[in-house]
């Protein structure tokens, strides 16, 4: 999945990794938005095998965004917003 | 007299105004950074559109509102970032989380707004990367100026499969389909009570009308078949009204069939529920007012009935005012009183207008996943009907047998669609299979989290 930056692209930058990878991101992102702005592709694997998962209901309800962030642990990355330096692996 | 508001949407935000209004500052908690609630959710900072741009027609309410709630934060206990996970009725206790931290905050009466989240029904192919609920894709746009993804479908049914078509067209993004699974005849027929919302409606009819004149494919009364891809969605078929099977390439597509209740806290403090047959959902008993048979405790905006943004401001002063009314405080209600009965009346053509598919959820093939968080099959749930344990007579069984609904959404996303695959495989109706019970916390808490 790849988000489309529309609108407001004109913001600071920020760096995150993810899985150890430079990934830039602009500030006002949420994770969500930068890992899937930024190429991820995907947030997490489903415990059952059926694949990728991306989040789905992106208002903090459907628990289906969940990332790893160094220091916060795992959160949705809907309702987290992505500060420069931030370390992120997939949940 | 200690209150407590949950939820600082259009309704939380009227309830608020309210009560500091008569001199009593609540405590106000919400989940989100900031107030609002969905509807009009302002972008974090470092986005700089301007309120025109972000809610269109809605602009005026949305300024309006956020004026609101600006000058109530300081007066009030403000608590944004922070999850209200339970709620004790006997003790009058809500149990929080914020930053890590569990807290509890008391309370002699407290107004539930908890707003409301897309109601879905499973698609084959839906938990794949590029899908996302209506709502989803609207906040995408909305709250971070992103589309959710290059060539994007829509498919559900209802005001905001529209609205949120054209808002994309309108940023940019190519539309490749817009598919309403309600038939033309079905919404034609709502059209005369739709007229006690003029503007709304008049609005309504604005998207329409625009995403034809810009050439958008439009269909109405589809079924969906699948949402292919391997890794991310590539592209979305339908079949039409006359059984000829088509298909579109997009990288993404944004789902949702109207709204439900986000009533979990209602269910937790012991409010009953009642079937409500217009809005075909569970919905918690309240009076006009917002009173619950629970003492203390008041309801308004979309987390107890979806009325919609106009209805919720109304209703959360409404409750308000009903809670200082117990109080023994004199107010007036009679304007707020009439305003409620006269926007209802245009809610119900609505649920005509836009009925919950329930052929769709029933009719879904044994192999389609219809719970995310526990990647269970629509067969599975079946067979929860038939043994080999005790076999399900209603939903709550069901979920003990197969784990519908006990995931990290709590069936939140499944539930809706569950209780229809359920009672079409009873042979009875919705409202006789029943509703998934709430239980606390009402969305996860990290173990570590501490007192």
Not at chain 2, 270 to 280: E, L, M, T, W
Request: aromatic share 6%.
């Amino acid at each position: 999945m790849k988000l489309v930056r529309l609108r407001d692209t004109d913001r600071a930058t920020l760096h995150l990794t993810l899985e150890g990878s430079g990934l830039a991101a602009l500030e006002g992102d949420t994770v969500l938005t930068a890992l899937l702005a930024g190429g991820a592709g995907h947030l997490r694997d489903s415990e059952f095998g059926d694949g990728h998962r991306a989040g789905f209901c992106l208002m903090g309800a459907c628990q289906d965004c969940w990332v790893v962030v160094e220091g916060l642990g795992r959160v949705r990355a809907c309702a987290t917003l992505a500060k420069d330096g931030m370390k992120v692996r997939r949940g | 007299m200690k209150v407590a508001v949950v939820g600082a949407g259009p309704a939380g935000v009227r309830a608020v105004e309210a009560l500091l209004a008569h001199d009593i500052r609540p405590v106000w908690i919400d989940e989100a950074m900031d107030g609002g609630g969905r509807i009009y959710q302002r972008p974090p900072a470092g986005l700089r559109r301007d309120a025109k741009t972000l809610y269109g027609f809605e602009a005026p309410r949305a300024t309006a509102l956020h004026a609101a709630l600006d000058a109530a934060k300081p007066r009030a206990d403000w608590r944004p970032e922070t999850l209200v996970w339970n709620i004790r009725p006997g003790q009058r206790q809500l149990s929080t989380l914020s930053a890590g931290r569990q807290g509890v905050v008391e309370y002699d009466a407290a107004i539930l707004c908890t707003g409301a989240m897309d109601r879905v029904v499973p698609v084959k192919g839906w938990t794949l990367p590029g899908v996302t609920t209506m709502g989803g894709a609207q906040i995408a746009l909305k709250s971070q100026g992103c589309g959710i993804g290059q060539r994007v479908a829509f498919l559900g049914s209802g005001p905001l499969l529209w609205l949120v078509a054209y808002q994309y067209a309108k940023a940019g993004a190519e539309v490749v389909a817009v598919l309403d699974t309600t038939r033309f005849a079905t919404k034609l027929a709502a059209a005369p009570g739709m007229l006690r919302g003029p503007a709304t409606f008049a609005k309504g009819l604005y998207y329409i009308g625009w995403l034809r004149a810009h050439g958008i494919r439009i269909a109405e009364g589809v079924t969906p078949l699948a949402i292919e891809g391997a890794g991310s969605v590539s592209g979305l078929s339908w079949r039409d009204a006359k059984g000829g099977v088509h298909r579109v390439e997009c990288d993404a597509v944004g789902l949702g069939w109207g709204l439900k209740p986000e009533a979990q806290l209602a269910d937790l403090a012991g409010i009953p529920f009642v079937f409500d047959a217009a809005q075909h959902n569970w919905v918690p008993r309240r009076d006009a007012a917002g009173r619950t048979p629970v003492t203390g405790i008041y309801l308004a905006g979309d987390g107890s009935g979806i009325g919609g943004a106009e209805v919720a401001e109304v209703a959360g002063a409404r409750a308000a005012l009903a809670l200082l009314q117990d109080a023994g405080r004199r107010v007036e209600t009679a304007a707020l009183d009439r305003k409620l009965a006269s926007l209802g009346r245009f809610r119900v053509a609505l649920e005509k207008a836009f009925p919950f598919p329930s052929h769709l959820a029933a009719g879904l093939p044994d192999d389609a996943l219809f719970c995310r968080c526990e990647g269970l099959t629509v067969g599975e749930l079946r067979a929860t009907t038939t043994g080999p344990a005790i076999p399900a007579p209603e939903l709550n069984r069901a979920k003990a047998i197969s784990r519908a609904g006990m995931g990290r959404c709590q069936g939140r996303v499944c539930g809706a669609a569950a209780a229809e695959i359920l009672a079409a495989q009873l042979g009875c109706s919705v409202a006789e299979v029943g509703r998934l019970r709430g239980q606390a916390p009402v969305k996860p808490i990290p173990l570590t989290a501490t007192p």
